[in-house]
């Protein structure tokens, strides 16, 4: 079956401009998760959805980054008016569900490489 | 708060040697625990949890990880190292009495030198 996919793959902006990163969960998960990878950094927490809940938005670095999951479905992470230190490798990952039930491991899809210059 | 400590950036075992990859946490209540490993260029890849039940998990490719409450540790380990386990492996936790995101830590570098 289909593993959880982004896109692109890579993205090389100019500083100042918005950027729109797309992740397509794996089919049936009601949690999809966005994280930011930092060149030799580990993994920073960026914003959760489950299902028709109001996502849980705290760990956005600032308000230039937004995200929205249309559908319960596909999600996209925006950033606008981008920055040199926004560059880093975008991961979206999914799970079975959000809550605290044991069948709760993420699915994690290749990224998206960010490059601002 | 939940926590997760990788205290090695690099680890470097001959092959066939036992492998392990520290890992310590902190939660205010119960962890769940997990290990990923991420290839060059890939996303990061589940290799094993725990959530409850016996200390020692056993999980994919061979690798098995003990829980360890008094210590607050989960190591991750290998009794024979492949050159084809050398990656980026990363511990992550998850508070169950609050967050649902995972904290993760800051990765180690495994090589296998053959």
């Known amino acids: 079956g289909a593993g959880v996919s982004q896109s692109p793959s890579n993205k090389v902006t100019e500083k100042g401009k918005d950027v729109e990163l797309r992740c397509d969960p794996i089919s049936g998960h009601t949690a999809l998760y966005w994280y930011r990878q930092s060149l030799g950094q580990g993994l920073e927490f960026l914003i959760y959805f489950q299902g028709n809940s109001a996502p849980d938005k705290s760990g956005l670095p600032s308000d230039r980054f937004s995200a929205e999951r249309t559908g319960g479905s596909v999600s996209t992470l925006t950033i606008q008016r981008t920055q040199q230190e926004d560059s880093a490798v975008y991961l979206c990952?999914?799970?079975?569900?959000?809550?605290?039930?044991?069948?709760?491991?993420?699915?994690f899809g290749p990224g998206t490489r960010l490059t601002v210059l | 708060a939940q926590s997760v400590a990788q205290p090695e950036d690099q680890v470097n075992v001959a092959e066939g040697n036992p492998l392990t990859v520290k890992c310590t946490y902190s939660?205010?209540?119960?962890?769940?625990l997990f290990w990923y490993v991420q290839y060059p260029n890939r996303g990061l890849q589940f290799l094993l949890k725990y959530i409850t039940g016996d200390n020692l998990v056993k999980g994919s490719y061979g690798f098995e990880a003990e829980f360890n409450k008094s210590q607050t540790s989960f190591h991750l380990k290998k009794p024979s190292a492949l050159v084809s386990d050398s990656a980026l492996y990363f511990c992550?936790?998850?508070?169950?009495?609050?967050?649902?995101?995972?904290?993760f830590g800051s990765g180690t570098q495994l090589t296998v030198l053959p």
């Open positions: 992550a936790v998850r508070d169950t009495g609050s967050a649902r995101q995972l904290t």
């Open positions: 990952a999914s799970s079975l569900a959000g809550t605290s039930g044991a069948n709760n491991e993420q699915f």
């Open positions: 939660v205010s209540g119960n962890p769940y």
